[in-house]
């Protein structure tokens, strides 16, 4: 743990009476308050969402609480954008971080920071998913952390090494070539699904299940179907240990290499905010321009291409840039060129110590911490007043928890440094 002053929060995060509003000096109060409204949703604001929908029924309630689950595979909804936003405000924040560093030391000592940085966070990722408590079998290599410190490590690397122009040429590189590799490189006519593969080895009584992938000779292109398409095809090939979902993961080789371009969304952002000669109104304002436009180019290439997050397609890299840079505009204008903050607090304790908060969740479950303070007969008290009331107070309860270990760690200049 360390102090503000030491911790790389500190280059970027003023203090709530910092009447600053401009972004020049890679100062973004409302970037660390997004991570917080972020960081929320994952530590059960969800729960929040489906519990009120229970407690007042209707279809508004249930189109908000549907808003609050992913789709099963192809689409978007509100709770998709949630890790997208993580690594395009790492991108964000790279650009002053990173840029600091290299004006101060070079571009070596920034890219071993860079590097350093950015094991520790997969290292981290490691941890979360069970470290080394299970078989090494069971150890999952890819998962969310570990995500976002590989884009990290990577469009921070673009930053440190080329000029603005290539990062744009190399964006567009990839996710164009993805979308090549997805419609063109041909895949065995296999439904890698784990039911769906269940029920095709038992129907030829087969036992093993990588031979009866390579015994099958017909071959399929062009399918984005789950457990049909490249990606799903090429970890069940060569991502080895533990897959999410079973056969293949969520977080998997290629998917990893768009969600690079996500947090290289975020680099064009900081250099926008770092580099920009317009007032701050003028900023919020094009940057919010910027994201209807990706919102727009994202489900129109989505036609052809669907927006599918556990593939991190093209197409949902731009939807979901674009929805980041639309609440990324709208947080800075409220927080740092109107500078209403009063009401942001608690967003800034848990967005200056997002990772810790992360972290403790995986060890402490704050909804059945909650549950030992107002279930059992206090919640079915509640809810003979109102039906679902007890639960939805436990998971407010919950999030108040959190909210609380934030601000006592906020408060005693506790940030956890990576």
């Known amino acids: 743990m360390a102090s503000p002053e030491n911790s ?32 929320l949703w994952i530590m059960g604001g969800d729960s929040i969402g489906h519990a009120a929908a229970g407690v007042v029924a209707g279809p508004v309630s249930k189109a908000m609480a549907d808003q609050l689950d992913h789709v099963s595979w192809e689409g978007f909804r509100f709770y998709d954008l949630i890790f997208p936003l993580f690594v395009f405000m790492a991108g964000v924040s ?4 990173l840029g600091k560093a290299l004006e101060k030391h070079g571009r070596d000592a920034a890219l071993v920071r860079l590097f350093r940085r950015s094991l520790v966070l997969y290292l981290v990722g490691i941890f979360y998913y069970g470290g080394l408590s299970t078989p090494l079998s069971d150890l999952r290599l890819l998962g969310v952390l570990q995500r976002i410190a590989i884009a990290y490590f990577m469009a921070g690397s673009l930053f440190l090494l080329f ?6 040429i190399t964006a567009g590189a990839i996710l164009l070539g993805y979308w090549a590799v997805l419609a063109w490189t041909p895949v065995r006519d296999v439904n890698l699904e784990k039911k769906a593969l269940a029920e095709a080895m038992q129907s030829v009584g087969a036992t093993n299940r990588q031979a009866f992938y390579r015994a099958t000779t017909n071959y399929v292109r062009g399918s984005y179907a789950e457990g049909r398409n490249v990606v799903n095809h090429f970890d069940f090939q060569f991502l080895p240990l533990r897959k999410w979902d079973g056969n293949y993961d969520p977080e ?43 919102v727009v180019a994202g489900h129109l290439w989505g036609v052809g291409f669907p927006v599918i ?28 060129v109107r500078q209403w903050r009063g009401w942001c607090s608690p967003l800034l304790w848990v967005g200056m110590n997002s990772i810790a908060v992360y972290l403790a969740s995986n060890v402490v479950n704050f909804d ?15 809810d003979s007043l109102l039906p679902g009331l007890g639960g939805l107070l436990i998971s407010v309860l919950g999030i108040v928890l959190v909210v609380w270990l934030a601000r006592t760690l906020y408060r005693r200049n506790l940030f956890l440094r990576i």
Do not use: H
């Open 8 to 39: 790389p929060l500190a280059e970027r995060t003023p203090s709530p009476g910092d009447s600053l509003p401009a972004a020049a000096s890679g100062r973004l109060m409302s970037l660390d308050a997004l991570r917080g409204f972020d960081m």
């Open 94 to 97: 790279l650009v002053f971080s």
């Open 163 to 168: 000029k603005t122009r290539t990062l744009v």
């Open 252 to 294: 998997g080789v290629l998917s990893t290499i768009p969600a690079v371009v996500t947090c290289l969304l975020g680099v064009f952002v900081g250099l926008f905010f770092r580099d920009s000669k317009r007032t701050p109104t003028e900023q919020a304002l094009r940057l919010a321009a910027a994201g209807v436009a990706l």
């Open 309 to 336: 997050k556990k593939l991190w397609t093209s197409s949902y890299v731009l939807v979901a840039g674009g929805w980041s840079c639309l609440l990324l505009a709208g947080f800075y204008y409220v927080i740092d």
């Open 368 to 382: 059945q911490l909650a549950t030992r303070l107002l279930g059992g007969n206090v919640k079915a008290g509640l």
